[in-house]
């Protein structure tokens, strides 16, 4: 299954979130740190879900585009 994931980094290390599994999120002090901890975080999360919610996931399209927004 391929999912998207998001990285942010700050000051206090690598934030990163799955947009399609609300509410699984992870963190890490380096990016490589923090892509295998969301992808474990998703994994656990996919395990507690029940086959119909999975399915449910899957009949989703989820795109990440840049937009260009105007700055007031």
């Known amino acids: 299954?391929?999912?998207n994931a998001v990285?942010?980094?700050?000051?206090?290390g690598y934030f990163a979130y799955?947009?399609?599994l609300k509410g699984c999120v992870s963190q890490g002090e380096s990016y490589e740190e923090a892509l295998l901890n969301i992808k474990e975080a998703g994994e656990l999360?996919?395990?507690?879900?029940e086959q119909s919610e999975i399915n449910?996931?899957?009949s989703k399209t989820t795109t990440i585009v840049p937009i260009e927004i105007a700055n007031a």
């Not at 999360?45 to 879900?49: K, R």
């Open 45 to 49: 999360y996919l395990e507690s879900l």
């Open 1 to 3: 299954m391929i999912l």
């Open 18 to 20: 799955i947009p399609e």
């Open 56 to 58: 449910k996931i899957l």
């Open 7 to 12: 990285i942010e980094k700050d000051e206090n």
